[in-house]
């Protein structure tokens, strides 16, 4: 199993990114890809996450309305889209796969790391003011 991040940067509050995952080695189209960050001094905190096999999303409170999260079963790419970044969005963002989500055990919520078995190795996001 493999997950890359990318797409990270520099950028003024306000502006826009989008981070990419790419996962390969299991089967994608019954996974749950979640999206996390941790900042310094933070523990780590769930952003986002998708289930691929009926495009359900969840999000944050702190990111509703400004992140979007999307993926491309075709592709195996889950995709982060970030408007009106605000200096507090500083982190390393990681995503994380659940590959036995659909019919799977249950190993928590959407937003806890202890879903997830497999992480990619993080992009950094800063924001600057």
């Known amino acids: 199993v493999q997950l890359q991040a990318s797409g990270g940067g520099l950028v003024q509050a306000g502006g826009s990114l989008r981070l990419s995952c790419a996962a390969s080695?299991?089967?994608?189209?019954?996974?749950?890809i979640g999206w996390f960050r941790q900042a310094p001094g933070k523990e780590r905190e769930g952003v986002s996450c998708?289930?691929?096999?009926?495009?359900?999303?969840y999000y944050a409170d702190s990111v509703k309305d400004r992140f979007t999260i999307s993926s491309d079963n075709a592709r195996k790419m889950v995709y982060l889209q970030m408007n009106g970044l605000k200096p507090e969005d500083t982190a390393v963002y990681y995503c994380?796969?659940?590959?036995?989500?659909?019919?799977?055990?249950?190993?928590?919520?959407?937003?806890?790391?202890?879903?997830?078995?497999?992480w990619g190795q993080g992009t950094q996001v800063t924001v600057s003011s």
């Open positions: 080695g299991f089967t994608f189209d019954d996974s749950a």
């Open positions: 994380a796969a659940d590959p036995d989500s659909l019919g799977g055990p249950y190993k928590g919520s959407w937003w806890s790391p202890l879903k997830y078995d497999y």
């Open positions: 998708i289930s691929t096999s009926d495009g359900s999303t």
